[in-house]
T-cell receptor, first 106, second 116 residues
Framework: DAKTTQPPSMDCAEGRAANLPCNHSTISGNEYVYWYRQIHSQGPQYIIH???NNETNEMASLIITEDRKSSTLILPHATLRDTAVYYC???????FGTGTRLQVFP | GAGVSQTPSNKVTEKGKYVELRCDPI?????LYWYRQSLGQGPEFLIY????????DSGLPNDRFFAVRPEGSVSTLKIQRTERGDSAVYLC??????????????FGPGTRLTVL
């Protein structure tokens, strides 16, 4: 199971894009990259996942580098409700680290 | 539609007591997961059910912890002889797919367990 490294915290102005990086240099070829987020006092919420190609859904975009050793989650227009802890997971078994605490400010 | 529900939302117990935590997954979801989350940490995997059977219980910390899912739907996490270190939020999740691969897990709100 690949270990992930994320910055402990980030700030983003409301309406701007939030770019959350994640390193997963030990990821193996068949392991997906997942992103979840956890808003205070709630259970985690699935955002997006990918293997090799970049992915986009209604919540976010996921950019995975060609060597798959890192990825970036992009929230294109952050809102105050996006304030949460964001977890990057690079293993088939969801092994959560401590994530990135994203604070969106007005 | 109904999401994953967990009861009770809060449980306070004394050291040494037995507790049961219940999880009702989304209808039709075959996979069910239990996690434990301590303050300031990410969720920690405990056990995963595929149907009625525990497919992976490698995260259970010791034999005081046990979980069942007798009919392949509702699951109960059982903790015997509780210790203060068991205090945490216990999260349950369910997913449609079997196995861990690209599964979108839907989490419940958790049960906050406090052992005095």
């Amino acid at each position: 199971d690949a270990k992930t490294t994320q910055p402990p915290s980030m700030d983003c102005a409301e309406g701007r894009a939030a770019n959350l990086p994640c390193n997963h240099s030990t990821i193996s070829g068949n392991e997906y990259v997942y992103w979840y987020r956890q808003i205070h006092s709630q259970g985690p919420q699935y955002i997006i996942h990918g293997l090799k190609n970049n992915e986009t859904n209604e919540m976010a975009s996921l950019i995975i580098t060609e060597d798959r050793k890192s990825s970036t989650l992009i929230l294109p227009h952050a809102t105050l409700r996006d304030t949460a802890v964001y977890y990057c997971i690079a293993s088939d078994k969801l092994i959560f680290g401590t994530g990135t605490r994203l604070q969106v400010f007005p | 539609g109904a999401g994953v529900s967990q009861t009770p939302s809060n449980k306070v117990t004394e050291k040494g007591k037995y507790v049961e935590l219940r999880c009702d997954p989304i209808s039709g979801h075959t996979a069910l997961y239990w996690y434990r989350q301590s303050l300031g940490q990410g969720p920690e995997f405990l056990i995963y059910f595929q149907g009625t059977g525990a497919a992976d219980d490698s995260g259970l910390p010791n034999d005081r912890f046990f979980a069942v899912r007798p009919e392949g739907s509702v699951s109960t996490l059982k903790i015997q002889r509780t210790e203060r270190g068991d205090s945490a939020v216990y999260l349950c999740a369910s997913s449609r797919t079997s196995g861990h691969l690209y599964n979108e897990q839907f989490f419940g709100p958790g049960t906050r367990l406090t052992v005095l």
